[in-house]
């Protein structure tokens, strides 16, 4: 019955990162609980400051109550190193790009139609005409979710040699 609880979405930026930088972590722990011995997961506080450390960081965290249950953020890409770069035959005609990189929902949340909440928020009213994101090629469910939610696989990619390999994924924002 807790699911019927109002969950609130707050929208947060580059500025608000020491504000919420534990409240991502805590969700990282929780979503991630039975992969924390890996290596490339324990990293995960690193990417937190290498993407809020970006001026355009934008960030939104569903709260139950005080407790956060789920989060998404990006940024916009730096041009010329968009993560479509390579996968594509032709450029796309516009090529400003949104680059989600995370969309983490605690287990117990899961299934409650928060992850396109999360999502959607995240990428309303932005102004790029294309986003762009990652999904480990072993999780196929996640990629038919992505593609159900507009996107489509354009190739692979492994960022890190201890990260996993992942579909890049493309999707152009509307409005464009």
Same mark, same amino acid.
């Given at each position: 019955?807790?699911?019927?609880?109002?969950?609130?979405?707050? *929208?947060?930026?580059?500025?608000?990162?020491?504000?919420? *930088?534990?409240?991502?972590?805590?969700?990282?722990?929780?979503?991630? !609980?039975? *992969?924390?011995?890996?290596?490339f997961v324990q990293r995960f506080p690193w990417f937190v400051d290498h993407w809020g450390g970006n001026p355009g960081f934008s960030c939104v965290i569903a709260w139950?109550?005080?407790? &956060?249950?789920?989060?998404?953020?990006? !940024?916009?890409?730096?041009?010329?190193?968009?993560?479509?770069?390579?996968?594509?035959?032709?450029?796309?005609?516009?090529?400003?790009?949104?680059?989600?990189?995370?969309?983490?929902?605690? &287990?117990?949340?899961?299934?409650?139609? +928060?992850?396109?909440?999360?999502?959607?928020?995240?990428?309303?009213?932005? &102004?790029?005409?294309?986003?762009? +994101?990652?999904?480990?090629?072993?999780?196929?469910?996640?990629? !038919?979710?992505?593609?159900?939610?507009?996107? *489509?696989?354009?190739?692979?990619?492994?960022?890190?040699?201890?990260? &996993?390999?992942?579909?890049?994924? +493309?999707?152009?924002?509307?409005?464009?």
């Open positions: 019955m807790e699911h019927c609880v109002t969950i609130e979405l707050k *929208r947060y930026g580059h500025d608000d990162l020491d504000e919420i *930088r534990q409240t991502l972590l805590d969700v990282h722990e929780d979503a991630y !609980a039975d *992969r924390r011995h890996e290596e139950q109550g005080p407790n &956060p249950v789920g989060f998404s953020y990006g !940024a916009p890409a730096t041009a010329g190193r968009e993560w479509w770069q390579g996968h594509l035959d032709t450029p796309p005609q516009q090529v400003s790009t949104f680059s989600v990189s995370e969309l983490m929902v605690r &287990p117990k949340w899961r299934k409650t139609g +928060l992850g396109p909440r999360l999502h959607d928020a995240l990428l309303e009213g932005r &102004p790029e005409a294309l986003a762009v +994101l990652t999904v480990d090629t072993k999780r196929p469910r996640l990629q !038919a979710m992505y593609e159900r939610w507009g996107y *489509r696989k354009i190739g692979e990619n492994q960022p890190f040699a201890d990260s &996993p390999v992942y579909a890049v994924m +493309l999707n152009g924002l509307t409005g464009h």
